[in-house]
């Protein structure tokens, strides 16, 4: 049986961590807007695909995955598109 993991997204490991585009706002890190990166490195993670949410974000950004906020900054209306 698999033990499940647990990727908090305030983790000092990665939280700082921008997510998606390079050129996204400064507000886009793992640690503010990072929830379903380190929910989708979980359930990776569970299916034997054992990946950070660091890792997750960089799999997502090659395969052309962007994150991206609201104009305000507010990582509430945050979205991946291409």
Known sequence: M??????GQGDGRWAGERLGDWSAA???????CG???CCLAMVATAFGHGV?????SGELRERGMTAFGS????????????
């Open 2 to 7: 698999r033990v499940a993991v647990a990727y």
């Open 26 to 32: 400064a507000e886009s890190t793992i640690g503010r």
């Open 71 to 82: 104009q305000s900054g507010s990582c509430r209306n945050n979205a991946w598109g291409a």
């Open 52 to 56: 950070t949410p660091v890792e997750m």
């Open 35 to 37: 929830c379903y990166v």
